[in-house]
C-alpha cells in the first residue's frame, strides 16, 4: 500500500513540475531551441531519474504505467521536456532489466539515485540511418580489459547537456553489423565533436545535433545481454510507450487550448452552440481513441515485464512486436491529426503565435512522432511480420 | 533435415559466415541473419516442410539455430 503510494504521488509530483516549472518555460525553449534545464533540475532535485529503481536500491519503485503518466504530464506543457524524460527513462529500464547481474552496474544504480545522473542515448550512426538493430562502429579491446569505442552519430539527443551515454555497437570489428553490443559510457571518457546544428521545425528543446562520439572504458560496462534482447524486450517497448505518452501529452495540451478557445465563444452568445464545438466533440473522441491505445499497452507491458518466463518469451515474439509497432504509428498519426483539429477549432487564434489559443508549438512537435523512427520504416517491417503471423 | 534447414538458410539467411561451417547449435543471429531474413526463413521453412508455425513459437528463440529450428518442425510434425 505505501509502495503505491508513494508511485501515484510521484506522479502528483510531476504534474505539478510540468505544471508549475516545464510549462512556463515551454515557449522560450522552443523558441531559442534551448535545453529545457529549469524542468530537468526539477525532475533531478524531487529524484525523478530514478523513478524507475527499486525502493529497495534507493528509487522510487515506479513502473512503466507511472513512467508513461509521468511523460504525459509533461509532454502537456512542454513536450521537449518530456522527450528527454522518457529517452532517459528507456535507458534506466535497460540497465535495470539487463544488467543487474553485473557489478559494475550495481554500482552505477547507486550512483544514478545519489546524483540523480541524465543519462543519453546514441543510436542512429551515419550511413545507417534509423536502423537500430544495425551498427558500423566496432569495440576495440586492448586485452587488458578496457576498450575504445567511436561512433559517428547523426543525432544524440541532449549530447551535450547528459552525463552519461548508452549506445550499441558491433561486437568486435570482425562482427557481422547486427551482432550488437550495448555499453554505457561515462562523461569522463567520452569526447563528442559537434558536427551541425539541431534546428528543426519541432522538439526543439531536445538539443539533438550530430556529434561525432569518442570514448573509452573498462570491459564490464559492456552489457553481456545481447542487444538483440535489450532491443526487443526493453528498448522498443518503452520508447513506443512513452513516447506515445509524450504525443498523448501534446495532444491533450493542444485540445485544452481548444475547449477554452470553445467555451469562450460559447460565453459570448448563451443559448447557441458555436459551430466549433461540434469540431471539439469530434476530436474528443479521438483523444478518448489515442489515450485507451497508450494506456491499454503500457498495462499489457509492465505485466509481460514481470520477471518471468513467459512474460520474456511474449516480449520476444513477433506478436508483441507488431503491438508495439502499431501503437506507435497510431499514436504518431493521431497526434498530428488531434492538434490540427484543435488548430480548425482556434482558427486564427490559434495560428497566432502570441495567443493564449496558439497551438502552433504543439502542432510541430507532434509533427516529429511520424518521423522519429519513421512510419515507413515501421510499416514495412510490420508488413513483413504479417506474413508468417497467423493471429492465432 | 538438418541439411534442408541449413539449405534455407543458405538461400534465404543472408548469414554474414558460411551456413556449413556453422554448429548445428551456433547462433543464426550472431551470425548475421536479421530480423527481416528470418521472416524469409520461416516462410521457406513452412513451405518445404508444410507446415504452420503457430504465433506462439513466432519468437527469435525458436530460431536461433539449425538445432532449434529442427525442434520447432520435429514438434509439429511429431503427429504425422
Not at chain 1, 558536427?195 to 570514448?215: A, E, H, I, N, Y
Not at chain 1, 481513441?289 to 516480449?315: F, I, P, W, Y
Not at chain 2, 558460411?18 to 551470425?31: F, H, I, K, M, R
Not at chain 2, 529450428?69 to 510434425?77: F, P, S, V
Request: glycine share 6%; proline share 3%.
Amino acid at each position: 500500500m505505501q509502495a503505491q503510494e508513494t508511485r501515484s504521488s510521484s506522479v502528483e509530483i510531476v504534474q505539478r513540475l510540468a505544471e508549475e516549472i516545464a510549462g512556463p518555460a515551454a515557449d522560450a525553449v522552443d523558441r531559442d531551441a534551448r535545453f529545457p534545464t529549469e524542468a530537468i533540475e526539477a525532475l533531478k532535485k524531487a529524484r525523478m531519474m530514478s523513478a524507475l529503481v527499486p525502493r529497495e536500491q534507493g528509487g522510487l519503485g515506479c513502473g512503466m504505467i507511472e513512467l508513461a503518466a509521468m511523460c504525459e504530464a509533461l509532454g502537456q506543457h512542454c513536450a521537449s521536456a518530456a522527450m528527454v524524460f522518457a529517452m532517459h527513462h528507456i535507458q534506466v529500464a535497460s540497465i535495470l532489466r539487463h544488467a543487474m547481474g553485473q557489478p559494475y552496474y550495481q554500482k552505477y544504480v547507486g550512483d544514478l539515485v545519489r546524483e540523480q545522473i541524465l543519462i543519453a542515448s546514441a543510436t542512429s550512426e551515419a550511413g545507417i540511418g534509423g536502423e537500430m538493430r544495425t551498427s558500423k562502429c566496432a569495440v576495440a579491446h586492448d586485452g587488458a580489459g578496457r576498450f575504445t569505442l567511436d561512433k559517428d552519430c547523426t543525432t544524440i539527443s541532449y549530447g551535450a547537456q547528459a552525463d552519461d551515454i548508452l549506445f550499441q555497437a558491433r561486437r568486435g570489428p570482425d562482427s557481422p553489423p547486427n551482432d550488437q553490443i550495448f555499453v554505457l559510457v561515462r562523461k569522463k571518457d567520452v569526447t563528442l565533436t559537434q558536427k551541425g546544428v539541431w534546428d528543426t521545425l519541432g522538439m526543439r528543446g531536445t538539443c539533438s545535433p550530430p556529434f561525432m562520439l569518442q570514448s573509452k572504458g573498462e570491459d564490464g560496462q559492456i552489457f553481456t545481454t545481447p542487444f538483440s534482447d535489450v532491443a526487443s524486450e526493453t528498448q522498443v517497448p518503452f520508447s513506443h510507450v512513452l513516447w506515445s505518452n509524450v504525443w498523448l501529452g501534446i495532444s491533450m495540451g493542444a485540445v485544452r487550448r481548444a475547449r477554452a478557445f470553445v467555451r469562450q465563444q460559447a460565453r459570448a452568445k448563451p443559448g447557441t452552440v458555436p459551430p466549433s464545438a461540434l469540431r471539439l466533440a469530434e476530436v474528443s473522441s479521438m483523444l478518448q481513441s489515442m489515450r485507451t491505445n497508450a494506456h491499454d499497452v503500457a498495462s499489457e507491458c509492465e505485466a509481460l515485464m514481470k520477471d518471468d518466463e513467459q512474460g520474456t518469451k511474449s516480449l520476444s515474439s513477433i506478436a508483441f512486436a507488431l503491438k508495439m509497432n502499431n501503437l506507435k504509428v497510431s499514436s504518431s498519426q493521431m497526434a498530428s491529426q488531434i492538434v490540427h483539429h484543435a488548430l480548425q477549432i482556434c482558427g486564427i487564434m490559434g495560428y497566432k503565435n502570441d495567443s493564449k489559443f496558439s497551438v502552433g508549438r504543439h502542432l510541430r512537435d507532434a509533427l516529429s512522432a511520424a518521423l522519429m523512427v519513421g512510419n515507413d520504416r515501421i510499416l514495412s517491417t510490420n508488413a513483413s511480420m504479417l506474413l508468417v503471423l497467423k493471429d492465432d | 533435415m538438418n541439411d534442408q534447414i541449413r539449405a534455407i538458410l543458405k538461400e534465404h539467411g543472408r548469414l554474414a559466415v558460411d551456413v556449413d561451417a556453422l554448429a548445428d547449435d551456433g547462433d543464426l543471429y550472431q551470425s548475421g541473419m536479421t530480423s527481416h531474413a528470418s521472416v524469409n526463413v520461416m516462410l521457406a521453412l513452412e513451405g518445404t516442410f508444410d507446415v504452420e508455425f503457430p504465433d506462439r513459437m513466432l519468437r527469435r528463440g525458436v530460431f536461433e539455430s539449425v538445432a532449434a529450428i529442427r525442434a520447432a518442425i520435429e514438434e509439429l510434425t511429431k503427429d504425422r
